[in-house]
């Protein structure tokens, strides 16, 4: 007989060694995430997948599932902290969601779709961040990068290729091209690698592909982003 | 819902905005004879009256903070209204207008009135008249306190159905998927 631990109030199997979002996942139940992945090691980075684990909030993406524990995740007091989290995210950078060719298929867009956020509540910093357009297929707009470093692992972990990394430190922390002009033209990123897949915003596109599918017809516009926890959970 | 006895004064305006939200306001179409059981408008663009009246109950505001007059036009509402919803992007984050914020107003002043090809030595407008640009767009509730969001660049005529409606309610607005939108 598998082991369970209480999520919400209802019992969810796990494996060992399995964390608690991957738990809950299979199991079908959606725990709000920006810089976990089911096919990376977790990062921890962007807090949104904190629960509290008998009465101690954590991120569910690093905290191994254990028999008996008692985990609370939708709860409008986490879900509060999850929207604070998310205006944050969208005051540091530039979301002007009405130009972003990923508008529709962004995860930051859908999942404050999710918390309902209303408005970014705080004031916006409208920093400076110019586009890198060198590389021939793929522009780089870092206006909208919420450093969660999917592409930073994927570049590393899969393609091999270490393309991207995360530099600096707590505010001043941001995405750099491991090249020696910066630009991603200097490196052998290529549209293949799974590093031009995995950006949950818009920062990593294909040049001359944007606005393909019709509003109405993108991934989020169809359904909610609760709702791609099925095909996510394996 | 029952028809009241008083009906709510509403009042609209677009700041730094396309007018776009007050469009998409009147894509609520027919409902607006609806709408019009509840409340009378008083300052807004489809009235042409110039000021809000002190007693307004709603005030709808568009667009962001992008001049001086903005900022006079947000405060006056603020200052008459009960209730004050900032509808779309523009209101809510800045929007289109805020695109320049990276850039220095001077840079912009240049290159729109002076550097541009095919302009023979214009002057950068200096009239009084003219209200002085911010250095900076705005979102409005980073001015004046903001009661209610009405996202979307427009919210559609359904979403601002919604929110109108549950305010009248006496509900906390909110929008389910497929009526939340930023774009």
Redesign the interface.
Known sequence: MSQTFMLDGKAIPFEEGQTIIQAASKAGVFIPHLCYHPDFKPHGSCKLCTVKVNGRQTASCTMRAMAGMVVESDTEEINAERRALTQMLFVEGNHFCPSCEQSGNCQLQATAYHLGMMSPHYDHFFPSRPVDASHPEVLLDFNRCILCSLCVRASRDVDGKNVFALSGRGIGTHLIVNAKSGQLADTDFTLADKAAQVCPVGVILRKRKGFAVPIGERKYDKAPISASVETEGR | MNAPTKKLKVATTSLAGCFGCHMSFLDIDERLFTLLDYIEFDRSPLTDIKECSPDCDIGIVEGGLCNAENVHVLREFRKNCKILI?IG?CA?????P??R??LPLSTILEEVYHTSPGLANGMIPNDPELPLPLN?V??I??VVK?D????G?PPSGDAIWKVLTDLLAGRE???E??L????
């Open positions: 900032a992007a809510i984050n800045g929007g289109l805020a695109q914020n990276h900076k705005h979102p509730h980073e903001v209610y969001f009405m996202p660049c607005p909110t929008l998927h497929g939340m939108h930023y774009d």
